[in-house]
Nanobody, 116 residues
């Protein structure tokens, strides 16, 4: 089992920045890829960014050039630096990790609200 706890969400004005963090605990030896999804009410969850154990990153087109994902394997954390935020970035953001046993774990979600 892997337990994920997110932090760093909140309210920010358009054009501002926020950093989300996610700390993993439990069977951390099994962690492989990590990343972030987001979900607006009534919509499907969408991938925002991911990072493999080898630090290969992937971003949704809508956030490329604005968001940066990084991970600290020593601290078992993954972060999402979000710059130039737009109102359409308003969502609940979920941290996830895929284990080497092909099981996905989710955090509880953190709200990001961008005001215009």
């Amino acid at each position: 089992q892997v337990h994920l706890v997110e932090s760093g969400g909140g309210l920010v004005q358009a054009g501002g920045s926020l950093t989300l963090s996610c700390a993993a605990s439990g069977s951390i030896f099994s962690i492989n890829a990590m990343g972030w999804y987001r979900q607006a009410q009534g919509k499907q969850r969408e991938l925002v960014a991911s990072i493999t154990s080898g630090d290969t990153t992937n971003y949704a087109d809508s956030v490329k050039g604005r968001f940066t994902i990084s991970r600290d394997n020593a601290k078992n954390t993954v972060s999402l630096q979000m710059n130039s935020l737009k109102p359409e970035d308003t969502n609940v953001y979920y941290c996830y990790t895929d284990s080497i046993y092909r099981r996905r774990y989710w955090g509880q979600g953190t709200q990001v609200t961008v005001s215009s």
